[in-house]
C-alpha cells in the first residue's frame, strides 16, 4: 500500500517573511497555556513530531504535526468575541478543505486539566 503523500501548503510569498517574524515572536513570548502544553507533546513524547507556531498557508497554527496532519490552537479569552469566532470557523473550514484537522482548547482547559487534553490528543492521534 502505497501512503498518501503529505505536504505542507506554504504560505503567500509576498505574506511568508512578516508571518515567519511573527511565528518567532510568538514562540518567545508564548502564554502559560502554550507552555505547559508544548512541554507534554515536543520531542515525540506523544509519538509523534509537533511543530509550534508553524506557518501553513496564510496561518500561524500553535502546533502542527505534519504526519497525522493535525493542528492545535490553543485560545486565549479574544476567541470569545463573536468576529474572532467567524474568523476561526472560516479558518478552519479552509484547512478542513485540504485535509487538515483542528482542535482547539481554550488557555483554561489546558491550565486546569492538561492530563485530560493529554488523553484526549493521544485518542486523536491514534485514529
Request: hydrophobic share 35%.
Given at each position: 500500500?502505497?501512503?498518501?503523500?503529505r505536504h505542507i501548503e506554504a504560505a503567500n510569498p509576498d505574506w511568508y517573511n512578516l508571518?515567519?517574524?511573527?511565528?518567532?515572536?510568538?514562540?518567545?513570548?508564548?502564554?502559560?497555556?502554550?507552555?505547559?502544553?508544548?512541554?507534554?507533546?515536543?520531542?515525540?513524547?506523544?509519538?509523534?513530531?509537533?511543530?509550534?507556531?508553524?506557518?501553513?498557508?496564510?496561518?500561524?497554527?500553535?502546533?502542527?504535526?505534519?504526519?497525522?496532519?493535525?493542528?492545535?490552537?490553543?485560545?486565549?479569552?479574544?476567541?470569545?468575541?463573536?468576529?474572532?469566532?467567524?474568523?476561526?470557523?472560516?479558518?478552519?473550514?479552509?484547512?478542513?478543505?485540504?485535509?487538515?484537522?483542528?482542535?482547539?482548547?481554550?488557555?483554561e482547559e489546558i491550565i486546569e486539566g492538561l492530563e485530560a487534553i493529554i488523553i484526549k490528543?493521544?485518542?486523536?492521534?491514534?485514529?
Amino acid at each position: 500500500m502505497i501512503e498518501k503523500e503529505r505536504h505542507i501548503e506554504a504560505a503567500n510569498p509576498d505574506w511568508y517573511n512578516l508571518l515567519k517574524d511573527h511565528s518567532r515572536e510568538n514562540r518567545r513570548c508564548s502564554t502559560p497555556a502554550e507552555d505547559m502544553l508544548w512541554q507534554r507533546i515536543r520531542a515525540r513524547q506523544l509519538g509523534y513530531k509537533f511543530r509550534r507556531q508553524h506557518v501553513l498557508l496564510d496561518y500561524i497554527a500553535d502546533f502542527f504535526c505534519q504526519e497525522k496532519m493535525l493542528i492545535i490552537e490553543v485560545d486565549g479569552g479574544y476567541h470569545n468575541v463573536t468576529e474572532q469566532q467567524s474568523l476561526d470557523e472560516e479558518r478552519t473550514a479552509r484547512l478542513a478543505t485540504m485535509g487538515y484537522r483542528v482542535v482547539r482548547f481554550t488557555n483554561e482547559e489546558i491550565i486546569e486539566g492538561l492530563e485530560a487534553i493529554i488523553i484526549k490528543l493521544k485518542e486523536i492521534l491514534d485514529e
